[in-house]
C-alpha cells in the first residue's frame, strides 16, 4: 500500500501542486467541559496545504476535524502550535478576497433575503470597485447553475440548491482558502453525488485551494488530491494517502475503478481500529456514570 504513508513524521512530504498556502506546525488544541475535566481535541497536528489543493480530513467522530476547521477560519484561537499562512498574494489585492471563507453542512441561506442579496451580504466586508459585487454574483451564480434564480428564495429551493447558494457566496469572496465541514452530509444520496461531480467542475474552474472535511471515505477519495487520516481523540494524523485520480474524474466512472476498491477498503482498515477506540471509550463512559 505504497500510495498511503502512516505516522505523523511523513506530513513533510508535499503534492506537487503548487507553493504553499498554509503551514500547520505542532498544533495542539483542549478544552474544559462543563464539569471541569479537560478534553484535548487536537494533538501534535503539522501538515503542509499546498495552493489550488484539494485536501479531505477523514476521521471517526470527536477527532477533531471541526476543531481544525475552526481554528484554519480564526473562529478559535484558543491553541497552541503555529498557524504560518504563506499565500502568494500576486499583484492582487488582498483586501478584495477573504483569507477563508466556510460552507457548513447545516442550511446557511438567509430565508428572508433572495439569492442575489444571500451572495451580496458575503461580499459586503470587502472592498470592491463600483459594478465588482454583481459581477462576481453573475459569475459564480452560473458557475453553480443558479443564475436563473437569483430572486427566488430558499424556500423555494431544494436542499441541493441552498447548498449551491451557500457555495457561491463562499467561492463569491475569492478566498484564498475554501473551508468545507461536511457539506453534502444533508443530502440525499442521489444529490449528493450530483453535488460531487458539481463541486470538482467548480474546483476545476475557480482553482481553489480547499481543506474538505468528512465522514465519507468515497466521498475523501472522490474529491480530494490527499486525504489526512486522523486518529481518534485526541486527534493525530496517523495516515497521508496521495490519491491517484486525475481532477477530470467522473464520480459515476470512478466509483467502477478497481483502485478506488483497493484504496476505500484500504482506508477503512485504518479508520476501523480509530473507530473502534472512539466506540470502547463511549461504553467505558457509559459503564462509569
Not at 484504496?263 to 467505558?284: F, H, I, K, P, S
Request: with cysteine; net charge neutral; glycine share 8%.
Amino acid at each position: 500500500m505504497s500510495s498511503i504513508a502512516v505516522d505523523n513524521r511523513t506530513v513533510a512530504s508535499l503534492s506537487p501542486v503548487g507553493a504553499t498556502a498554509v503551514q500547520i506546525g505542532d498544533l495542539n488544541r483542549s478544552f474544559v467541559t462543563r464539569e471541569g475535566s479537560v478534553v484535548q481535541a487536537l494533538s501534535r497536528v503539522s501538515l503542509n496545504i499546498q495552493r489550488h489543493e484539494i485536501v479531505a480530513v477523514l476521521g471517526p467522530s470527536g477527532c477533531g476535524k471541526s476543531s481544525l476547521l475552526r481554528i484554519l477560519a480564526g473562529l478559535d484561537c484558543d491553541y497552541t502550535g503555529k498557524i504560518d499562512w504563506t499565500l502568494q498574494h500576486g499583484d492582487v489585492d488582498a483586501k478584495s478576497r477573504l483569507h477563508s471563507a466556510t460552507v457548513f453542512q447545516s442550511d446557511s441561506t438567509f430565508p428572508w433575503m433572495n439569492v442575489e442579496k444571500n451572495l451580496l451580504i458575503g461580499l459586503s466586508g470587502l472592498k470592491l470597485a463600483p459594478g465588482e459585487a454583481l459581477k462576481r454574483v453573475d459569475r459564480y451564480l452560473s458557475l453553480v447553475g443558479l443564475s436563473n434564480f437569483r430572486t427566488a428564495f430558499p424556500h423555494e429551493l431544494s436542499g441541493g440548491m441552498r447548498q449551491r447558494v451557500a457555495i457561491a457566496r463562499a467561492l463569491a469572496t475569492e478566498p484564498f482558502l475554501l473551508l468545507m465541514d461536511e457539506p453534502l452530509a444533508a443530502l440525499d444520496a442521489q444529490t449528493r453525488l450530483v453535488m460531487q461531480q458539481e463541486l470538482l467542475h467548480i474546483w476545476q474552474e475557480t482553482r481553489s485551494t480547499v481543506v474538505y472535511i468528512t465522514h465519507d471515505i468515497g466521498e475523501a477519495l472522490t474529491l480530494a488530491d490527499r486525504i489526512v487520516l486522523m486518529t481518534a481523540r485526541p486527534g493525530r494524523i496517523k495516515a497521508i494517502v496521495d490519491v491517484p485520480f486525475g481532477r477530470d474524474r467522473d464520480v459515476s466512472e470512478l466509483r467502477r475503478e478497481p483502485r478506488f476498491g483497493g484504496l476505500e477498503a484500504d482506508l477503512w482498515q485504518l479508520l476501523a481500529d480509530e473507530v473502534g477506540q472512539t466506540l470502547e471509550t463511549t461504553r467505558t463512559k457509559g459503564a462509569s456514570a
